[in-house]
């Protein structure tokens, strides 16, 4: 996906970039493959994937959830800063809090809060089930299966707030005990399902809402 295919996809889920976000989305790039030598953040370095695999995916979280209308957002399990910086760029309104379990990743993570000049934004060194805190939304992208993640974050979703799993196939992991185990706490509001542009790989949106 080079630039142009990224702003075209973009607009068809309602995000339009100005200048200076582009800039910090190609500046956080070269972040990102600087610090990839020193510590393992990624294994898609080319740009037209980056682009692809981590902005625009990152994004689509924008098919499921109004982003303009969020406050506050934890990203669980960040790692690289995904999808949590490339939010906070496209949509600096938020306050957003980004977790990880590794203190070399969130070292990287302040170099780029600091280097893009991000406000409003922190990166904090733990695990998700041992951090407390209220989010209208909480966001956790290719971390643990859905049973799991269940236990990693709802206790961080306000009332009436969401949890958005980002995930390839979900079909494995949403089998009956499952997903009446999450009923039972839980809304299952929504499971949106869609391929990536250009290569189609699977992708779905599992939205819960906190009674």
Not at 130 to 156: P, Q, W
Not at 158 to 169: E, Y
């Amino acid at each position: 996906m080079n630039k142009t295919e990224f702003l075209e996809y973009l607009k068809k889920i309602n995000i339009t970039p100005n200048k200076k976000q582009l800039e910090q989305l190609d500046h956080f790039y070269h972040l990102l493959i600087e610090w990839n030598k020193k510590i393992n953040l990624t294994r898609i370095t080319e740009e037209k994937e980056v682009y692809l695999k981590h902005y625009y995916d990152c994004l689509t979280i924008n098919r499921v959830i109004d982003l303009k209308k969020i406050k506050s957002l934890c990203d669980v399990g960040t790692g690289a800063g995904f999808p949590g910086i490339v939010i906070k760029i496209l949509f600096p309104h938020i306050k957003i809090t980004l977790i990880d379990s590794l203190k070399k990743r969130i070292d990287y993570l302040n170099v780029i809060i600091k280097e893009l000049e991000l406000e409003n934004i922190e990166a904090i060194h733990i695990r998700g089930e041992d951090f407390k805190g209220s989010f209208d939304l909480v966001t956790s992208r290719a971390v643990a299966n859905i049973e799991k993640l269940v236990k990693y974050t709802m206790h961080l979703v306000s009332q009436n707030g969401f949890f958005v799993a980002m995930k390839g196939n979900v079909d494995d992991e949403l089998i009956k005990p499952v997903i009446n185990k999450i009923k039972s706490k839980y809304i299952i509001y929504k499971l949106e399902k869609f391929n990536l542009p250009i290569e189609n790989s699977k992708r779905a949106l599992l939205v819960l809402k906190n009674k």
